[in-house]
């Protein structure tokens, strides 16, 4: 169980802020598109960055703690999703946000 630690934490960030989307209607899955454009960028910023300090020996991941499902370049699948999870979740909080102040996101 222990090599599923981080996709439980994942799952974890992600069901905590999910709610969100049906109770607030928040509307951020619905609009992928956007969400897409937003967090595609994080997603390759962050794993070229991985990589390059997995290559430089400044970073590692403890396997006991991963899927063992690892990219080439040693970057496991737990990492990528870390940085797709993560801004998803923010999103979600920052949308929820608004909502609730009635704020417009300029695109309604």
């Given amino acids: ?3 599923l630690a981080y996709l439980l ?3 974890g960030c992600l ?3 999910s709610w969100l989307e049906p ?5 951020v899955f619905r609009r992928w598109r956007r969400l897409l454009l937003a967090v595609v960028p994080v997603v ?3 794993v070229l960055w991985d990589l390059a300090a997995i290559a430089a020996g400044h970073w590692h ?5 991963t899927t063992g499902i690892v990219f ?5 699948l737990d990492e990528v999703l870390f940085f797709a999870v993560v801004p998803v979740c923010a999103i979600l909080g920052f949308e929820a946000v608004r909502a609730v102040l009635g704020k417009p996101a300029g695109d309604e």
């Avoid at 109770?23 to 509307?27: E, F, Q, S």
């Avoid at 991941?61 to 703690?65: E, K, S, T, V, Y």
């Avoid at 080439?72 to 496991?76: F, I, N, V």
């Fill in 1 to 3: 169980m222990r090599h």
């Fill in 9 to 11: 934490v994942l799952a």
């Fill in 15 to 17: 069901g905590a802020a």
């Fill in 23 to 27: 109770v607030l209607r928040v509307h």
């Fill in 44 to 46: 390759i910023v962050f």
């Fill in 61 to 65: 991941f403890d396997p006991a703690q």
């Fill in 72 to 76: 080439p370049g040693g970057l496991p």
